[in-house]
């Protein structure tokens, strides 16, 4: 039962385009939501997370929108760089007895020079 | 500030033996999760340690089991290997959990492969 999905195993963006990466997700009972880009051979990092009280948080070139009703969120990037191109994860966190958090399987993002 | 720190970088064993793996969290951080990302696959949260206990366990059979020492570093033990094991393990750590988000650094973690 994947809770968290990103249907997207790719993306190919032009430099200077934006780049638009979305996540679904099943569960309510998520308070936070995150992104994590991961390049080759090292652990992933974080990007950017944002409440599920908050629909919209932007920091510089990376903006996550949330949509409670549709249970999407996206990661906009602008504009898109080279060095952005990596594996992009969304996570959530969830919220029971204790946390947990919940990954997708990742986007790949290839920007295009 | 040193980062997540995991050792070994690789590791390769044969079914049935047992592996353990090693985590340094960043300094000040008591939180450490583990992760496995198999071939293909998202990252499968597997442990949570926070303040020297097991906060909370993912989906994984219990010969999967680590712990977290006085200094918050930690390891995680996996036994009786299976070839279904071969994957990348993230070991991240995380400030004190309070209000709010504390974020997950992630160190560059461990290849399991099984022979």
């Known amino acids: 039962d994947q809770q968290v999905k990103q249907n997207s195993p790719s993306l190919s963006v032009q430099e200077g385009r934006i780049s638009i990466l979305n996540c679904d997700y099943t569960n309510s009972m998520f308070d936070y939501f995150l992104w994590y880009k991961k390049y080759p051979a090292e652990g992933p990092t974080f990007l950017i997370s944002i409440s599920s009280i908050k629909d919209k948080n932007e920091d510089g070139r990376f903006t996550v929108f949330l949509n409670k009703s549709a249970k999407h969120l996206s990661l906009h990037i602008v504009p898109s760089q080279p060095g952005d191109s990596a594996v992009y994860f969304c996570?959530?966190?969830?919220?029971?007895?204790?946390?947990?958090?919940?990954f997708g399987t990742g986007t790949r993002l290839k920007v295009l020079a | 500030e040193a980062g997540v720190t995991q050792s070994p970088t690789h590791l390769i064993k044969t079914r049935g033996q047992q592996a353990t793996l090693r985590c340094s969290p960043i300094?000040?951080?008591?939180?450490v999760y583990w992760y496995q990302q198999a071939l293909g696959l998202g990252l499968q949260f597997l442990l949570w340690?926070?303040?020297?206990?097991?906060?909370n366990r993912g989906n994984f059979p219990p010969r999967f089991s680590g712990r977290q020492f006085p200094n918050y570093s930690s390891e995680l033990n996996v036994n009786a290997l299976e070839l279904e094991d071969s994957a990348l393990y993230l070991c991240a750590s995380s400030s004190p959990t309070g209000q709010g988000y504390q974020p997950q650094h992630f160190g560059d973690g461990t290849r399991l492969s099984i022979l």
């Open positions: 300094s000040g951080h008591t939180s």
């Open positions: 340690y926070d303040e020297g206990e097991e906060r």
């Open positions: 996570a959530a966190r969830a919220v029971l007895r204790t946390y947990k958090y919940i």
